[in-house]
Nanobody, 111 residues
């Protein structure tokens, strides 16, 4: 069983990134998927979550209107489209489904 995030990197303020989370070994399509992030010296923060069928999404206040969560159950994959990135979005981003967690992907927003 694993979740593997990818797509992180260094981006300038105002830029965009798309994170992916590929799952294997369990029934990904049966579970709510969430993206969390953790900045240095801070606790883990819920960024966004998406329902099993993808029709219901929720976002943290700090990312509303800038981030979009989605999923493709045929590919057992979730996504986080991030736009208008700010330096305060710098963090390690983790995906979660059921009891499983990925190892994270680093996002750094800096000029």
């Amino acid at each position: 069983v694993q979740l593997v995030e990818s797509g992180g990197g260094l981006v300038q303020p105002g830029g965009s990134l798309r994170l992916s989370c590929v799952s294997s070994g369990f029934a990904f399509s049966r579970y709510v998927m969430r993206w969390y992030r953790q900045a240095p010296g801070k606790g883990r923060e819920l960024v966004a979550q998406i329902s099993v069928n993808g029709l219901t999404t929720n976002y943290g206040d700090s990312v509303k209107g800038r981030f979009t969560i989605s999923r493709d159950n045929t590919k057992n994959t979730g996504y986080l489209q991030m736009s208008s990135l700010k330096p305060e979005d710098t963090a390690v981003y983790y995906c979660n489904a059921h009891v499983y967690w990925g190892r994270g992907t680093q996002v750094t927003v800096s000029s």
